[in-house]
């Protein structure tokens, strides 16, 4: 992307956005610009399984708004997720959106386990081809 903004808002990539370049647009349709996360997961930082981490204005905005939001930080976040692989990836267009995604990663903070890792990890590359809602 063009533009890196640190503050009290941020505005999430949309479809289209002006903001991504041409090779940005096609890193982030197969979803390889989440590659340098790996070096968070070998840092200990992030997990390659857990919930999507936010920007931490989003956390304090959806967490004045949505109902255990605080759930999904209980584990570390990961590269991807439960929610992920039920297509709640990309642009979170309104609450609803959040409130599904947030559902989705509070339910595997409850269920978390190898298997289940296993199985979404499993699940991620296919997601990942299908590129449903990669912006």
Same mark, same amino acid.
């Given at each position: /992307?063009?533009?890196?903004?640190?503050? *009290?808002?941020? +505005?999430? &990539?949309?479809?289209?956005? %002006?903001? +991504?370049?041409?090779?940005?647009?096609?890193?982030? %349709?197969? *979803?390889?610009?989440?590659?340098?996360?790996?070096?968070? +997961?070998? *840092? #200990?930082e992030m997990s390659l !399984? #857990?919930?999507?981490?936010?920007?931490? %204005?989003?956390?304090?905005?959806?967490?004045? $708004?949505?109902?255990?939001?605080? &759930? $999904?930080?209980? !584990?570390?976040?990961?590269?991807?997720?439960?929610?992920?692989?039920?297509?709640?990836? #990309?642009?979170?267009?309104?609450?609803?959106? /959040?409130?599904?995604?947030?559902?989705?990663?509070?339910?595997?903070v409850a269920h978390e *386990?190898?298997?289940?890792?296993?199985?979404?990890?499993?699940?991620t590359p296919l997601e !990942?081809?299908?590129?449903?809602?990669?912006?």
């Amino acid at each position: /992307m063009l533009v890196l903004e640190d503050g *009290s808002e941020i +505005v999430q &990539a949309t479809k289209g956005d %002006a903001r +991504v370049t041409r090779i940005g647009r096609f890193l982030r %349709a197969a *979803s390889l610009d989440e590659l340098p996360q790996l070096f968070n +997961v070998l *840092s #200990g930082e992030m997990s390659l !399984v #857990g919930p999507r981490p936010h920007a931490v %204005a989003h956390d304090e905005y959806y967490s004045a $708004r949505i109902e255990n939001y605080a &759930a $999904r930080q209980q !584990v570390k976040p990961g590269i991807t997720g439960w929610a992920q692989v039920h297509g709640a990836r #990309g642009q979170t267009a309104d609450l609803a959106d /959040m409130q599904r995604r947030i559902e989705l990663d509070a339910w595997y903070v409850a269920h978390e *386990s190898l298997r289940l890792d296993l199985a979404i990890l499993a699940r991620t590359p296919l997601e !990942v081809l299908r590129r449903r809602n990669a912006v």
